[in-house]
């Protein structure tokens, strides 16, 4: 599995919001984005959902180019801003709703995945009964319960107590073991360094510098 992102730029209203992007990622890899607020993370990570196209260059995903031969990625779990659950809902029932849409995993494989976050799937609670670190973790179970190729999490730990980031942690490095390819953003340059193989700083929609956290 990878990605390559070839001169990728983005305009919205004559603003430029990515500017000549190219990258290329690789199944088996954390890969961390760091940039300020504004700087274009977020961006870069619709583009790769498929969720924006490009005003020229293009995303390869395993070949196929998106937009083009492809709308979506066909394996993608995907974690950016805040998902849209139901409040009137409890955490499982959110996630057996999203898991309907497809139907490929079971309410075991739900509960499976929510156990690993340490949330727990028999909890009636009401998603907006939720404190912030849990609905934050119910955001990055959607992402994950399908077991997708590539996984890409918009600042997946920025609510999360120490306890909660180290059950992530684990949780991703295990996933990236699996072979996942890893897309995080991160404001913790610590821990955006721990969990990343490579990160890539973004300013003001372009890639300007990338460094091999093992080379530090
Ligand atoms: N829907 C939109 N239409 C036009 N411009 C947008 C839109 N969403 C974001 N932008 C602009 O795109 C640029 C990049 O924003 P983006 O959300 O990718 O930043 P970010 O690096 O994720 O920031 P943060 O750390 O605050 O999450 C910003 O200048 C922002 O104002």
């Known amino acids: 599995m990878y990605i390559k992102i070839k001169n990728y730029t983005k305009l919205i209203e004559h603003k430029q919001i990515l500017h000549d992007i190219n990258l290329s990622l690789e199944s088996g890899h954390i890969y961390g984005l760091k940039g300020k607020n504004g700087s ?33 990625p066909k394996s993608i779990g995907a974690l950016i801003e805040s998902p849209g659950f139901i409040d009137a809902y409890s955490g499982f029932k959110n996630l057996k709703l999203l898991a309907e849409i497809k139907n490929i995993i079971s309410a075991q494989d739900i509960a ?9 799937p028999y909890d009636k609670k009401k998603f907006k ?25 918009d600042e997946p730990i920025n609510a999360l107590d120490e306890e909660s980031v180290q059950i992530v942690k684990e949780l991703l490095i295990s996933l990236k073991n699996d072979g ?18 490579q990160i890539y700083e973004i300013e003001s929609g372009e890639i300007k510098n990338f460094y091999k956290v093992d080379a530090i």
């Open 112 to 120: 499976d995945t929510m156990l690993s976050l340490r949330l727990d």
């Open 180 to 197: 996942k390819l890893i897309l995080i953003s991160c404001h913790d340059k610590d821990e955006l360094e721990f969990l990343s193989d």
């Open 129 to 153: 009964k939720y404190s912030l670190g849990m609905k934050q973790k119910l955001g990055i179970a959607a992402a994950i319960m399908e077991k997708p190729d590539i996984i890409i999490l």
């Open 40 to 72: 274009g993370k977020t961006m870069l990570m619709r583009a790769i959902c498929g969720l924006i196209l490009p005003t020229s260059g293009e995303i390869n995903i395993n070949g196929d180019i998106l937009g083009t031969q492809i709308s979506f």
